[in-house]
Structure formats: C-alpha cells, structure tokens
Nanobody, 126 residues
Framework: QVHLVESGGGSVQTGGSLRLSCEVSTKTYWPNCMGWFRQAPGSPGEKREGVAVIFTGNGLTYYADSVKGRFTISRDVPENTVYLQMNSLKPEDTAMYYC????????????????WGKGTLVNISS
C-alpha cells in the first residue's frame, strides 16, 4: 500500500513563504514523476490545478504559469520525497495542496497520477 504523507501547510501573510513536503511511505514504489496540485476552497467540483511536477530521473521540472518564478519543486530520490518551496505568496495561492506521484507521467497535467495525498491547506491572508 502506497501512502503519501504531506506536511508544511499553514497560514501566512501576502509575500510570505511556506515549504511543503511529501514523502512516499514505501520504498518499494519509485515514481518517475512527483507533483503538486491545488484546489481552491469552495470549488470541490473544479479540477485540481497542476502546480508543478518534477521527473525523478533527470530532475526536469514544469510549472504552472501562475507560480513560475515564485515556486520551486525539488526531490530527494533516496528518501522518496518531494518538496515545494513557495515564496512571494499571494491570496490567490490559497488552496488545498495535494501531492501526487506516478510511474507513467505523460498526462500528469491532466491529473492522471497513480497515488494522491490527502492534502495540506495553505491560506494566504492579505
């Protein structure tokens, strides 16, 4: 059974920073990509937005336009952990942030991932 353990959410003011972490609970599942998605509060019917993804083999990263230059995704391959450093946070970054991993990553931007975390809440006040 694969579980994703997320941490690092919280409340900060506009312009602040937060660092999210997500660890894959088992060392028998090694994803080829690890990513972060988010869903704004009060929008349960809307699709989760792909924020950033990193390919574990070569470190290649992709970011949503809304976070480029402010967020940085990184990974620790031996620890099977992915991080999201979020700087210059804005109120519109307020959302539940979900970690997700996959072995086949061709459709990561559509949210087609193997496993998902339960989410960690990020709240940015103005």
């Amino acid at each position: 059974q694969v579980h994703l353990v997320e941490s690092g959410g919280g409340s900060v003011q506009t312009g602040g920073s937060l660092r999210l972490s997500c660890e894959v609970s088992t060392k028998t599942y090694w994803p080829n990509c690890m990513g972060w998605f988010r869903q704004a509060p009060g929008s349960p019917g809307e699709k989760r937005e792909g924020v950033a993804v990193i390919f574990t083999g070569n470190g290649l990263t992709y970011y949503a336009d809304s976070v480029k230059g402010r967020f940085t995704i990184s990974r620790d391959v031996p620890e099977n952990t992915v991080y999201l450093q979020m700087n210059s946070l804005k109120p519109e970054d307020t959302a539940m942030y979900y970690c997700a991993v996959a072995r086949r990553c061709g459709y990561w931007s559509r949210g087609d991932m193997d496993y998902w975390g339960k989410g960690t809440l990020v709240n940015i006040s103005s």
